[in-house]
């Protein structure tokens, strides 16, 4: 007799990673996940629904979600069959880019507020259910800056850090009861709001910003940032994939990149644990060597630089 089908609770599905898990995880072949897929906004469920296909209504359904909302998160939950949510897929985010002296704290607050606060809630939330069937696993989409600075991304890739440390402490106690948790760290994922969000802080005012910085933001972090995202950024469907297979693990591992082209960019802190030899390389690279960094992002791009970041 075939298990029955595991619910999967992901947050953040109107677009990008989201969406393409969604899509995925309904689809499977093996009708091993019944799949709800939230969002904070319903009037963006148009593209998911029609992605969905013939799977919406059988393996997937679309709720409503905000994160950062008790009230949400628990009507959400009892909209759920039984109450019980196996998958938890933290996914929703939202990014914040530019010089640190024209970023008010209420956006930075807003950052932590949906990219920590938000994924602690449900974890909140389901995790009594998971710890009473001793059964249970948590996914959070974390990023290669929850293990590594990057410069104008002070607030966002602190928010992954906290992510980071957060799950990783949770996990040494959730094993006692059967939880596992899976830190997703992708790079560069190009969708339309990064896009837009780029072209956005290109054009924008940094209010006591001085005019040094703001020429560093537009003409050094910004050219980098489109050449990285060109070079060794990856779709939402690859990433989806990865955690897919993670999802389907036996023994979900603790952490997992999502991307080899950008192994070499995170080498350094592994090869020296105190960061100077990071910090002062992407210095260099960014601020000095620039026909340099967009050579090697090129040699990423093409495959002249092979790493793996997990056997195979």
């Known amino acids: 007799m075939a298990d029955a089908p595991r619910t999967v609770l992901i947050s953040g599905c109107s ?14 072949h093996r009708h091993r996940y ?14 998911l629904e029609a992605a969905a296909g013939e799977a919406l ?4 359904t679309v709720a409503q979600l905000d994160v950062c909302s008790d009230e949400s998160v628990a009507q959400c939950l009892s909209g759920i069959q039984g109450g019980e949510v196996d998958v938890l897929v933290n996914n929703a985010g939202v990014g914040l880019v530019g010089p640190l002296e024209g970023l008010s704290l209420a956006a ?5 507020d949906t990219n920590f606060f938000g994924a602690v809630r449900l974890v909140r939330a389901v995790l ?12 959070v989409v974390s990023s290669v800056m929850g293990l590594q600075g990057v410069v104008f991304n002070e607030a966002y890739a602190a928010s992954k850090f906290a992510l980071e440390g957060f799950f990783e402490s949770l996990a040494v106690q959730l094993l006692q009861f059967n ?21 956005q802080v290109s054009t924008a005012e940094f209010p006591d910003t001085d005019s040094d910085t703001l020429h560093y933001f537009r003409d050094c972090y910004l050219p980098a940032s489109r050449e990285l995202f060109h070079s060794v950024g990856q779709s939402p469907q690859d990433v989806a994939q990865v955690i897919v297979k993670v999802i389907s693990s036996t023994r979900p591992p603790l952490r997992r990149q999502t991307n080899a082209r950008y ?8 090869v020296d644990p105190s960061g100077s030899l990071y910090v002062r390389t992407t210095h260099c690279l960014l601020f000095r060597w620039t026909r340099l960094l967009n ?13 793996r970041i997990w056997p195979r």
């Open 179 to 199: 939880i596992f948790i899976t830190l997703v760290e992708p790079g560069p994922v190009v969708t339309n709001f990064e896009g837009k969000l780029l072209e």
């Open 34 to 47: 019944q799949v709800v897929a939230t969002m904070r906004d319903l009037g963006k469920k148009g593209t």
């Open 263 to 270: 192994t070499p960019l995170i080498a350094l802190k592994t």
């Open 57 to 60: 209504g059988q393996t997937l």
């Open 15 to 28: 677009s990008g990673i989201g969406l393409e898990l969604a899509v995925q995880l309904a689809h499977d």
């Open 295 to 307: 050579l090697g992002l090129r040699c990423l791009a093409c495959g002249c630089l092979r790493f």
């Open 128 to 139: 009594p259910g998971m710890k009473r069937r001793r059964k249970g696993h948590i996914v």
């Open 108 to 112: 930075m607050q807003n950052v932590f």
